[in-house]
């Protein structure tokens, strides 16, 4: 016979100013099945907690309802208060009459009867609670760290140095990501990669991290705490084991006019080559789309300069498997090209150039030296318009967010190209100037006081050639949206942040969820920045959305530090609340008929095959069975299973069916 | 008829099946389905224009499943709801051996799936002019009107669930029918109680039911059941361009998404 405890909270006046408290408690002690009821102002509180604990005892309880807030906010406290009790933690409901009643609702009959169904709907559930015991998963200590940016080497390196051993993936021959192409950083204009490189050293020298580059993720399965990765490692055609990072090949090849990726197409490279000076592994690699020898058949001069002979022309993929108990994915973003915008000519002016085109033509191992030179004719440009929310907060382009950082960012081109060009003009057509950040907005007033760049606030409807100049035409809102028509000399387009390419296939491989820009979406925007909605996946920089270096380092470290919080245990404590396939005795075994039309919806891909066997080992049924350590109880399998055979715990049919009647039959 | 009887009796011969599901003579000229376990046994065998129900109903029984090998002769619903059972993991391919049957009683040999597959798509679903009329007559009716209709059809229904027993995808273990804690449809069979019922399975057979109308066969109280779920699968093959019975490999569309979906009921 269940004796049910009710514990109704006034939480201050949060719930007592529109609920009548003691009238909800002394009806609910008439609830066939309370053994005790009673309200206290704080339940939360020392004593509140105390008066549960007592009660538990006194009155021999079997479960308890605790009526006050959400069960996100105390559900902890009371399970924790229910055990010190005596009681399973689980034998504990929250009957939440304070978000979803008293701060909804004006006082009156009708709210105090609303708080009662409420509370008559909990004590029904707990009356048909189960004890529930956690569910140990044991943890392998490795992380993954999915990309090489600044997020990603800020998350190794702060793993590595908790003690954990490190497997990084980095798509590209080598680490650093759009960082290693910035020229300076806002608001210090601390050169980037003087910043940049030490820790990409670091990476490569900790003992405790594995790069690997120019990989790519195949394949993950598994769960928090042992996940199974599967890992392409591209073929570099040259042998990592016996490379020098000489150089002659590089310089020795004599196909040297392929565009250059990491100068944005501003440059060319041989077909083997090393990203940049400084790239970690300085190990080159030979791009077969462009090499002779992979189109022809016939060259190899790069095989016969090679001392150490490590060219490898017959090298293949190679698939790693490696186990990992967390994985953090800091695959960062690109970048909208100068094609997206048919207003600025479709990117078939030379001249209009983005962002991070400006960064390499302003860096001093950029294609100019760091020389400002347009990229049409060489000329030093006298005038350059730089156009601020490129694409970004333009819901007729689809992109409705702001970008963040190209407010800092075109700022610092102002500064820079009044650096470099003492007597250029520079203007900057905004929407808004978004300098929030310590010393950000310092930084742009320092653009527009001491570097005279000339910020006009308005759009660019056009820009057109004429004459070898680019007629930028835009509108000057504080002039009464006047026209504005500047003849420049260059145009730098602030283009929209947009996610990294294979964003959205990566996502589906991992199984963690993404919003409509295919940035990948957090766990809870507040309170689970870093986290993924599967656990042991985490996300920093801006595969989550644009975000600039201190952010991205900053959720980086965080998500190290969630790692190694992770790591702290050999085993990992779960939450019990998660689906289970109905077992039975022979010869029924289960209700479940072994369709497997919930696999499918599995999001986190729980459910497995159980083989049934008999005796003499003969396959007698094949059952669906739910992997503890995967399920998250979604609950999605509870609803496509035709014969109910699937239940979650904690939130059982039965539980719930009983919810449902006590609230139509009050 | 001839060389059904030879293929079974073969297969039994040659001890490539210990079973074969079809029919034989009942009493009164009425026929009905048998087992037959030996060579001779298959003299009884009859295929003929009163062989209409659907025996992979009996795939699922246990004389079925406790057999190592089966045959069974199968009409154009029979070998749809074999490769349905196959999709939702209920038959193997290695244990059934199908001998094919057209609409018009003409024996094809035995079918690999594959080649199921194939015989599937060249024999459609059959539909009676008069339940296409009733069809056409349902669709031109307002929400409000479709659902009074159902209601009132569902309404002589006395819950004998021949429905059910007929159905070769009906097949769980345990009905949610049968559940009385909690108890999700009432037993009694009142309006709203059978509407309850009859919702429930027509959910459950959307994308599922392969079109034998074995439902409306069996009703004893005449309730067009295989209109409703001819209509439901129509809607399917429409919303989320998949079909029931045609392959042994098989994402039903209430269990999957996928990006071409329409889902023009949300919008």
């Known amino acids: 016979m269940a004796r049910i405890g009710v514990f109704i909270c006034h939480c201050g006046e949060n719930i007592s100013a529109t609920v009548d408290c003691p009238k909800v408690s002394e009806v609910a002690a008439k609830f066939p099945g309370v053994a005790f009821s009673t309200d206290y102002k704080y339940m939360c509180s020392d004593p509140g907690q105390s008066l549960v604990v007592n009660a538990i005892k006194e009155h021999k309880l079997t479960g308890i309802v605790v009526s006050a807030c959400s069960p996100r906010m105390h559900e902890p406290t009371f399970r924790r208060a229910c055990a010190e009790g005596g009681l399973n933690p689980y034998q504990c409901e929250m009957a939440n009459i304070r978000e979803h009643c008293s701060w909804v609702h004006e006082k009156g009959d009708k709210t105090d009867q609303k708080a009662i169904d409420i509370v008559r709907m909990m004590v029904e559930k707990v009356k048909r609670n189960n004890a529930l015991l956690p569910i140990k998963v044991p943890v392998t200590k490795t992380a993954l760290v999915i990309g090489g940016g600044v997020a990603g ?505 009983a919810e449902v009647d006590a609230l139509l039959n009050s | 008829m001839e060389d059904i009887k030879k293929l079974a009796r073969e297969l039994l011969a040659d001890n490539k099946v210990q079973l074969v599901l079809g029919f034989e003579n009942g009493t009164a000229n009425r026929v009905r389905p048998a087992f037959f376990t030996t060579p001779e046994a298959v003299d009884k065998l009859i295929y003929n224009e009163f062989c209409i129900q659907n025996i992979a109903l009996y795939l699922k029984k246990d004389i079925c499943q406790h057999a190592a090998s089966l045959a069974i002769t199968a009409n154009p619903n029979v070998v749809r709801s074999i490769l349905q059972l196959a999709a939702e993991n209920q038959i193997k391919e290695e244990k059934i051996k199908i001998i094919g049957i057209t609409h018009e009683g003409k024996c094809v040999g035995l079918l690999d799936f594959k080649a199921a597959e194939e015989f599937s798509k060249t024999q459609p679903k059959g539909l009676k002019d008069e339940d296409k009329a009733l069809i056409e007559k349902i669709q031109a009716m307002s929400l409000e009107e479709k659902f009074d209709y159902w209601v009132e059809a569902f309404s002589p229904c006395i819950k004998c669930y021949a429905c059910r027993a007929s159905c070769p995808m009906c097949y769980c273990g345990k009905c949610n029918v049968e559940s009385n804690n909690p108890q999700w449809i009432p037993v009694a069979p009142h309006k709203y109680g059978n509407m309850e019922w009859h919702m429930m399975r027509a959910m459950h057979l959307a994308g599922r039911c392969i079109n034998c109308g074995e439902c409306n066969r069996s009703c004893p109280v005449d309730i067009p059941l295989n209109i409703l779920s001819y209509m439901l699968s129509d809607f399917v093959l429409e919303e989320f361009e998949s079909e029931a019975g045609l392959s042994a490999v098989f994402t039903p569309a209430l269990s999957s998404y996928t990006m071409v979906d329409k889902e023009n009921f949300i919008k």
């Open chain 1, 153 to 657: 080497i800020q998350a190794a390196l702060d793993i590595a140095n908790a003690g954990h051993k490190v497997i990084m993936v980095e798509r590209d021959p080598s680490i650093g990501g759009h960082m290693s192409q910035l020229s300076e950083t806002f608001p210090t204009l601390d050169c980037s990669q003087c910043i940049l490189t030490p820790r990409m050293v670091e990476v490569a020298q900790n003992p405790n991290i594995k790069l690997y580059t120019y990989a790519e993720i195949e394949s993950v399965e598994g769960f928090v705490g042992n996940f199974n990765v599967k890992i392409r490692k591209k073929a570099k055609s040259v042998d990592e084991t016996l490379c020098n990072g000489c150089g002659m090949c590089t310089t020795k090849c004599p196909n040297k006019k392929n565009p250059n990726e990491f100068e944005l197409g501003m440059g060319n490279r041989p077909a083997i080559y090393v990203p940049f000076p400084q790239a970690v592994p300085n190990i080159p690699v030979i791009d077969k789309t462009q090499c002779t020898y992979y189109k022809n058949g016939k060259c190899k001069i790069c095989e016969k300069v090679c001392q150490p002979k490590a060219i490898r022309f017959d090298q293949e993929d190679e698939i790693i498997e490696v186990a990992v108990g967390a994985i953090a994915l800091c695959t960062g973003f690109d970048i909208k090209k100068t094609d997206f915008f048919p207003e600025y000519g479709y990117g078939k002016y030379k001249d209009i150039i983005d962002g991070l085109q400006f960064e390499r033509l302003a860096s001093a191992s950029g294609p100019t030296s760091g020389e400002i030179r347009r990229p049409s004719d060489g000329q030093v440009p006298k005038k350059i318009v730089f156009v601020a929310c490129a694409g970004s907060r333009d819901p007729a382009k689809g992109i409705e967010y702001c970008s963040k950082i190209c407010c800092m960012y075109t700022a610092k081109h102002a500064i820079l190209y009044k650096h470099k060009v003492h007597d250029g003009q520079a203007y900057i057509f905004y929407m808004d100037i978004r300098a929030a950040g310590k010393n950000y907005d310092e930084f742009t007033r320092r653009a527009i006081e001491e570097d005279q760049a000339q910020y006009i606030r308005g759009r660019v409807s056009r820009i057109y050639e004429r004459d070898g100049k680019l007629i930028v035409v835009g509108a000057d809102t504080l002039m009464n949206a006047q026209t504005v028509e500047i003849e420049a000399d260059m145009v730098v387009l602030a283009t929209a942040g947009v996610a990294n390419k294979g964003a959205e296939e990566l996502a589906q491989k991992l199984h963690v969820s993404y919003d409509q820009h295919k940035f990948f979406s957090e766990a809870h925007p507040k309170l689970k920045p870093v986290e993924t909605n599967t656990a042991g996946i985490y996300l920093a920089g801006a595969c989550q959305s644009p975000k600039d270096i201190p952010e991205s380092v900053a959720a980086a470290s965080g998500v190290a530090g969630k790692i190694a919080c992770l790591f702290a245990n050999s085993e990992l404590t779960r939450e019990p609340l998660i689906a289970m396939v109905d077992r039975q005795a022979p010869p029924m075994y289960s209700s479940c008929t072994g369709c497997f039309l919930c696999q499918p919806v599995c999001p986190y891909n729980a459910i497995e095959r159980e083989e049934v066997k008999d005796r003499n080992g003969n396959l007698v049924r094949e059952l669906a069975f739910i992997n503890p350590g995967l399920c998250q109880g979604c609950g999605t399998c509870v609803a496509v299973c035709k014969s109910k055979s699937i239940d979650i715990e904690g939130y059982t049919n039965l539980q719930m069916y």
